[in-house]
């Protein structure tokens, strides 16, 4: 309501300003202040205002135009809604929603995430860890770089979401512009128009049924469906590591994590967040999908989907809260990451059957292979096999300083470029 408000009235202003309306004079700066009064003191009292009026109406725009000609002279009601459709209200009042809602307060939300994933990564960028591919152990990592992987990814999508364009339409009852014509032929409707969209802070798009077609909100809606499926991603991972016993949890004095198990402290954070995140996700796909079908001209069913955008924006922003929370929660187990690492020399075979190859060995992977597949090896099986080989000085040296701890590449120097 207050955002339909925002937008009639800065019309209104608009108008006025518009020197080839001689029937309408340019506001006064005190008109013009007690019009926005309207919007910018818009409470729950004044909703209940507008809704007292949509029950005579049953139409919610109408109810706004009859909301605020209570703020205003009769000689200014017939400018109100001027020329428009409701359509032309609604498209700019819901897109200049969820932008603001994005800018406002879900990017700030999420950037600060993405600060705190930053400061893990560089933390821990030199802490090694078994790595896990389809669940079995794998080439080591460092926890950093794991950590890095998803600031990274979503560090992408932010740039996207701050730099999309959203539109908004104000071209009449099917996008012809006619009632503006048929009412003042020689003023530039579509340059008026088009300037009043961009001082709102939005993008005319001047080729239109009667309703903007949503595209340019589905794209927005797709942005924000791709991050939290990345914020799945980190808290499934989380979720495995404290599984693991590979993350520990703070205790917190008062909680309880079972109600007949005392010695749980459970990975709830991530677990709401993925649900909340699964429920955002479903809304945004269905936005996204249905916004940008319309029959003809115009039906009703985006009225009644985009309702809905705030709570798809909302399961999200909950997401946010409870990661960071439960980031702030969770502390490594350097011990037990070591453990790991011990219990798996096999990770190794990956190293040494390359510098067989490099030594020419045709047969080097599947000789590895034979040895570690489906084996328990160990320190000292790992050692009798490198000395068997047939390699050089300076490659045997290579191999017998192998440790699963110390086999991480380039893990840690590739964190100091984030």
């Keep these: 309501m207050r955002y339909r408000i925002y937008v009639e009235v800065e ?132 926890f950093g770089k794991e950590i890095a992987v998803l600031y990274k990814r979503l560090d992408r999508q932010i740039m996207q979401i701050k730099k999309h364009s959203a539109l908004g339409k104000l071209s009449g009852a099917t996008g012809t512009w006619s009632a503006h014509v048929s009412a003042y032929p020689k003023i530039d409707w579509v340059k008026f128009t088009s300037k009043f969209i961009k001082s709102l802070g939005l993008h005319p798009n001047t080729i239109t049924t009667q309703i903007e077609p949503h595209d340019s909100m589905a794209e927005s809606f797709h942005q924000v469906l791709r991050i939290n499926s990345i914020l799945k991603d980190l808290c499934q991972d989380l979720w495995l590591y404290v599984s693991r016993g590979i993350l520990s949890q703070k205790k917190v004095a008062g909680e309880v994590g079972s109600s007949t198990m005392p010695h749980k402290i459970n990975p709830i954070q991530f677990e709401n967040a993925e649900g909340n995140l699964g429920l955002s996700n479903a809304l945004l796909s269905h936005l996204a999908q249905k916004l940008p079908i319309s029959r003809m001209q115009r039906d009703l069913t985006d009225s009644t989907v985009l309702r809905n955008q705030g709570v798809a924006l909302g399961y999200s922003f909950l997401a946010l809260k409870s990661i960071s929370k439960g980031l702030s929660r969770i502390t490594i187990n350097k011990s037990k990451m070591k453990f790991e690492l011990g219990e798996h020399w096999e990770v190794l075979a990956e190293a040494i059957q390359t510098i067989l190859r490099k030594e020419g060995k045709v047969d080097a992977y599947e000789k590895l292979k034979n040895m570690t597949r489906g084996e328990k090896i160990n320190e000292s099986s790992i050692a009798d096999f490198i000395s068997s080989l047939k390699i050089s000085d300076e490659n045997r040296e290579t191999l017998s300083n192998l440790r699963p701890e110390s086999y991480v590449g380039k893990a840690s120097d590739i964190i100091e470029k984030l």
Excluded at 92 to 105: E, F, G, P
Excluded at 127 to 132: C, F, H, K, S, Y
Excluded at 136 to 141: L, S
């Design 11 to 142: 019309y209104l202003i608009a108008l006025s300003h518009e020197k080839k309306i001689s029937e309408l004079p340019t506001l006064s700066k005190r008109q013009q202040a007690r019009l926005r009064s309207s919007y910018q003191k818009f409470d729950l009292n004044s909703a209940q205002t507008v809704k007292q009026i949509e029950a005579e109406t049953n139409h919610d725009v109408k109810a706004i135009e009859y909301y605020i000609q209570k703020h205003c002279k009769a000689k200014l009601h017939p400018w109100i809604h001027f020329a428009l459709t409701s359509e032309d209200i609604n498209n700019i009042s819901y897109t200049l929603m969820w932008c603001h809602a994005i800018k406002q307060v879900y990017v700030p939300m999420l950037t600060d995430l993405q600060k705190d994933l930053k400061r893990m990564a560089k933390k821990y960028r030199s802490v090694p860890m078994l790595a896990m591919t389809h669940g079995q152990p794998a080439t080591p990592t460092t």
